[in-house]
């Protein structure tokens, strides 16, 4: 690597991240490798197929969306720049002289085929959800090209900076077919080098990243399932960077010396949906009695040690341009959950049963809940599934109250138009409210930041009223690295390495 | 020889099919759908579909059974649902750590056990005896992944000296990978140890007292003469057939080991697969362990055999 | 597995009396003992209930009062595991008595008829022994659902094979002796002959076997629970208790220790039980 493209890269990371990089000469040490610990294996590169939450910590160092988000949630250029002359139009231009890792042209047939790939039902992406409102994708130049909506659709450019939004190569589709999978080809500020299953993922520096080749060279994802061996991994420099830290270890964490602790507003929820098909929770006031037995600042002391914060609905605090603070629908009380079952008429000790996945941490807040709601007139028995039984679960309403927690999405309608609208696919509630849904829709398509600010905050009102989803915590993400790295910390969680930079 | 072999690897084929076809039935019985585990919480219905009909989760069972087993045949083990792998590269990618890890489990135990056995047994009902007697059945009643978190507990977080889990090949870095072997092969080895050293004693016992020995005895050699000249010579036997025994077990214990390490074995594998519902790995891996299993077995017969001309191929 | 066949000797004396004058074996008594103590009167022994919270002592480190400290819900581990106790001797005593009854008429049919019966039985165990053990209990708990039934359904079947070739090889034995003949000259009935004659003489190394199978039983639930497929929370059993103190190793290493310490002593108890009593009926010994 030569000092201009050096300099040129310091530039860059200057520009695109405000943080403290400045200060040593671009040059030192800028060679290094840098071994992350993640939880868990990522299933699948391909962005067309990704639907776990265990690839958002690799999928942006491996793949660039059209547009990006500050860690603020603001949408700024990506691959393409972006004019929208009305809610139903999008103008897209690519940069100029971009290629893929492989080499082959982005431009604007490549955008196409990428549309078309994720949009073919063949493909069983699940992008197609997302990318619905999608009416026609027009190419109308060698680099540029415009998205025609069916609908006023405000979270697109939110959408398309996700995974809906990350180009890959059509050549590289095509000659490596089942394979893509696993040797993804994308645009991403680094390249696939080997990727050994269950032990270690090889990136290495694109140095035909948009940015400017990006000042690590080489960056080593290793899965640590293992909370305490991700830390104790950290702490003896096996690995400079974790994900996922675990709330009971933050205090200590924050003491010592050689460890950056960050932690930040996340973007999900910790929720729980009633399954109001059937009974006792077919009862709106057994529903509020129940949401009211629960002591969310209880379960956010135990569960989460403090970190994050309770939740009143599905908008975190993170989104502060919704977000109310001052929202406080439901104060805890065990004797207000008792009046409001007498009301309800019904015999008590209601018997209820909570399902849980048996992750620890869920079992955890299941079983203080049950402390909790059988104080106040209730029965419970949890019961315990694994995490792949957990969505065939939701969607059959084979549960009383279950677990449905969401990784959250930047856009608010990302949290809460699937499941609270009629037909979202995340009601699993069986919640049918014509109003929220009016709202819902209303919000979506409301060009105005202001407007749509306004009819989330009404259509939470009702949403807590109703109570269909007992909301409780928003956590935080919660992530540290050893001092010598210098890093950019996005509420997604989602590592964006291009920004990082040891010092 | 070669007929009794031929016979013997045929009698094996009924096992192997009931075992594949076990494996097929209970890995489909656990509920949850592998299309669903894959696309997640946001797929549409048609998209849903789309992915059942490409892995033929469609078809009638049967149908995906012979299409499965016909395949095998023919050396295709298929996909993994979760990622699109290719099967066998896989199995063999997580064959390696297992063998790896049980070579030094199976090491260990030999070296202590052995001779641990050996002196409990010439030395019966002394204190050396009834020391390493009851270490061992101690070591048999250890939970194993209870030692693991024990040793993790003392050797990487109160005396941080080995990583606590994880792998590196031993091509890339061998010292990182002894490291890394350590703990996971010391937990393993204990309990294999343990059972080693009480089979290897009661051997002994039993050789020691038969006749030839008394007689090794009686004309006056030496006690070292008799012991490694006569008795070990006729306790390898027992020991061998124990290594067979030893080695299925490994297969077992692999499971527990690598899951509380994270070591990428066969072992983690298959339980992985069996959470995510990805039915061709969990098929591949339970069909291969199945095989070794059945052809350990076989193996451990042919030596026995070889070893003592007494025994006759039947 | 011992497939030798262990021929039944007449018992002398007491088998408790044998079994305590050989001082490991009164080990095991005594740990058993305590175990079963433990799990019997664990509502009158345990100084606070299993599954009592209490939010505001978390995770505090062994004290008096909390003699083994609290857990991550402020649970007393103590009581817990007294508690814990019912839950390990429940999956150790049913499973291996299912596998058991079951395992040994299976043996005892495949013994006795011989030829297709034998090798269909016989190759029917193979199979399933040809699946490394706790792999196959992990997907049949898998299939059932995590419960406490579904676990001791689950360690059962693992535990057939064992059964069924040690009462296989003991009928082999017993089927050629005399007073077999005898019976069978005297015209008593296929299922007389089986149930009165043969059975009572091969029950004494299959309960040795037993023994044996009821420690490893309890290694194999605590590793189910441990894998969260085991009873239900807030149930406390000792594998689930070690399975939710792995997140708190390094605040709280005693809640990982004292839970798998209580399995080990147990195993260890019903090993050196079943060592004496494997001793006391093995003739060659």
């Known amino acids: 690597m030569t000092f201009q493209t050096s300099r040129r890269t310091l530039l860059a990371l200057m520009s695109a991240a405000p943080l403290a990089l400045i200060g040593k000469p671009a040059m030192a040490q800028e060679s290094k490798t840098l071994t992350v610990g993640i939880v868990s294996d990522p299933v699948t590169l ?21 547009v990006h988000v500050t860690p603020d949630l603001k949408i700024e250029p990506g691959l393409a720049s972006v004019e929208t002359p009305d809610p139903l139009t999008y103008l897209f231009t690519l940069k100029p002289n971009l290629t893929f890792h492989d080499g082959t042209p982005i431009d604007a047939a490549a955008v196409k085929a990428n549309f078309d790939r994720m949009l073919d039902p063949a493909t069983a992406s699940p992008r197609r959800s997302e990318l619905a409102p999608i009416d026609q994708v027009e190419v109308t130049g060698p680099l540029t090209f415009t998205l025609k909506l069916k609908m006023a659709y405000a979270p697109l450019l939110q959408v398309l900076s996700n995974r809906a939004g990350m180009m890959v190569s059509p050549t590289a589709v095509k000659a490596l077919g089942a394979d893509f999978a696993t040797k993804a080809v994308g645009a991403g500020p680094y390249k696939l080098v080997s990727w050994t299953k269950n032990s270690e993922l090889v990136l290495e520096r694109f140095a035909g990243y948009w940015r400017g080749p ?48 960050k932690q930040a507003p996340g973007l999900g929820f910790n929720a729980f949906s009633f399954n109001t098909t059937k009974a006792p929770f077919n009862d709106v006031r057994v529903r509020q009695a129940f949401t009211t037995a629960i002591d969310k600042q209880a379960i956010l002391r135990v569960v989460y040690f403090g970190t994050g914060s309770v939740a009143q609905g599905a908008i975190p605090p993170s989104m502060a341009w919704v977000h109310d603070p001052a929202f406080m629908p439901y104060k805890a009380s065990a004797e207000a959950a008792r009046k409001l079952l007498a009301e309800a008429g019904v015999t008590t000790p209601v018997p209820v049963s909570i399902t849980v996945t048996n992750s620890p941490a869920q079992v955890r807040t299941a079983e203080v809940m049950q402390a909790q709601a059988n104080q106040a007139g209730f029965k419970v028995e949890i019961k315990q599934i694994d995490a792949t039984s957990l969505i065939t679960v939701l969607r059959q309403k084979d549960f009383d109250l279950c677990m449905s927690p969401w990784s959250g999405r930047s856009d608010p309608d990302g949290n809460i138009y699937n499941y609270l609208t009629k037909n979202g696919p995340n009601n699993f509630m069986g919640y049918q409210s014509d109003k929220v849904t009016d709202l819902l829709d209303k919000a979506r398509s409301a060009p105005a930041q202001a407007d749509r600010a306004k009819l989330y905050r ?33 509420p997604d969680g989602a590592f964006r390495l291009q920004f990082a930079k040891f010092q | 020889m070669a007929r009794y072999l031929i016979t013997r690897l045929i009698s094996l084929i009924p096992i192997l099919f009931g075992a594949s076809v076990v494996a097929f039935l209970l890995v489909r019985l656990v509920p949850g759908d592998p299309a669903i585990a894959l696309l997640g919480m946001e797929a549409d219905a048609r998209s849903l579909a789309a992915l059942r009909q490409q ?21 295709d083990f298929g996909r993994s649902i979760q990622g699109g792998r290719a099967v066998f590269p896989l199995l063999l990618g997580a064959l390696a750590p297992t063998a790896l890890l049980s070579a030094a489990a199976l090491v260990i135990s030999l070296v202590i056990a052995i001779p641990a056995g050996i002196v409990a047994a010439t030395r019966r009902n002394s204190g050396a005896d ?28 109160y005396l941080p000296v080995l990583p606590a889990s994880g792998y590196v090949s031993p091509l890339v870095d061998p010292l990182g990978h002894l490291s890394h072997l350590v703990l996971p092969a010391v937990t393993l080895g204990t309990a294999l140890a343990a059972a080693t ?94 095989t070794l299993f059945v052809l350990i077995n076989l193996v451990t017969d042919l030596i026995y055999t070889m070893l003592d001309p007494r025994v006759r191929l039947s | 597995m011992s497939s030798e066949a262990i021929l039944p000797v007449p018992v002398k004396h007491s088998w408790l009396r044998a079994i305590t004058r050989d001082p490991r074996a009164a080990l095991g008594v005594g740990i058993v003992a305590l175990a079963i103590v433990a799990a019997l009167g664990a509502p009158l022994i345990a100084p606070y209930g299993p599954d009592a919270p209490d939010f505001v002592n978390t995770l505090a480190p062994p004290v008096a009062g909390h003699w083994l400290g609290t857990d991550e819900l402020g649970r007393d581990v103590l009581s817990r595991i007294i508690y814990g106790a019912q839950t390990s001797l429940f999956v150790g005593f049913f499973s291996v008595a299912v596998a058991g009854i079951a395992g040994t008429a299976l043996g005892l049919i495949a013994g006795y008829f011989g030829r297709v019966v034998d090798a269909l039985i016989m190759r029917l165990m193979d199979i399933v022994f040809a699946f ?21 359904l689950a360690i059962a079947v693992v535990n057939l094979p064992v059964f069924a070739r040690v009462a296989r090889a003991q009928t082999l034995v017993v089927r050629e002796l005399e007073f077999v003949e005898a019976k069978r000259a005297l015209g008593f009935g296929t299922a007389h002959i089986l149930a009165r004659t043969i059975l009572p003489n091969i029950l004494a190394p299959v309960i040795v076997q037993g023994s044996l199978m009821f420690a490893s039983a309890i290694i194999t639930e605590s590793y189910l629970s441990f894998l969260g497929l085991g009873a239900q929370p807030p149930t406390a059993t000792w594998g689930n208790m070690l399975r939710n103190a792995i997140g708190f190793i390094e605040m709280a290493p005693w809640l990982a220790v004292f839970p798998g310490a209580a399995i080990f002593l147990t195993v260890l108890g019903c090993n050196l039980l079943g060592d004496g009593l494997r001793d006391r009926f093995d003739p060659r010994d």
């Open chain 1, 46 to 66: 391909d962005p067309a197929l990704m639907a776990s939450f265990f690839e958002v910590s690799v999928q942006y160092n491996l793949h660039e969306p059209l």
């Open chain 1, 214 to 261: 990006a000042p690590i060279e080489r960056i080593v994802f290793r899965p640590i399932a293992d909370e305490t061996v991700r830390l104790t991994n950290l702490r003896s420099g096996t690995v400079q960077l974790v994900d996922a830290v675990p709330a009971q270890a933050v205090g200590q964490l924050g003491r010592e010396p050689s460890i950056t602790l």
């Open chain 1, 458 to 490: 009404e259509a939470e009102t009702q949403i807590a009223a109703d109570a269909p989803m007992l909301f409780l915590t928003f956590p935080a993400t919660l992530q540290a690295s050893s001092k010598s790295l210098a890093w950019l910390q996005y």
């Open chain 2, 55 to 75: 892995l033929a989760l469609d078809q009638p069972m049967v149908v995906q059974y012979v299409t499965w087993i016909s395949h095998i045949l023919t050396g």
């Open chain 2, 130 to 157: 009834y020391t390493a007697s009851f270490l061992a059945l101690c070591g048999l009643s250890l939970p194993s992944f209870w030692l693991g978190i024990l040793l993790i507990l003392a050797f990487s977080i």
């Open chain 2, 197 to 290: 050293m009480r089979m290897t004693r009661a051997t002994m016992l039993e050789v020691m007292r038969a006749d030839y020995v008394r007689t090794a005895r009686a004309k006056g050699l030496s006690r070292r003469t008799v012991i490694w000249g006569h008795a070990l010579r006729n306790a390898r036997m027992p020991i061998v057939t124990l290594l067979g025994i030893q080695l299925g077990q490994l297969l077992g214990g692999v499971v527990v080991t690598e899951t509380v390490f994270s070591w990428p074995g066969i072992g983690k594998l298959t339980v992985d697969a069996i959470f995510a519902r990805d039915y061709p790995v969990v098929q591949g891996a339970v069909l291969l362990t199945a």
């Open chain 3, 132 to 152: 490394p053990s706790i792999l196959l209990a992990l997907a049949i708990t898998a299939v059932l659902g995590p419960s406490l039934t579904n676990a001791v």
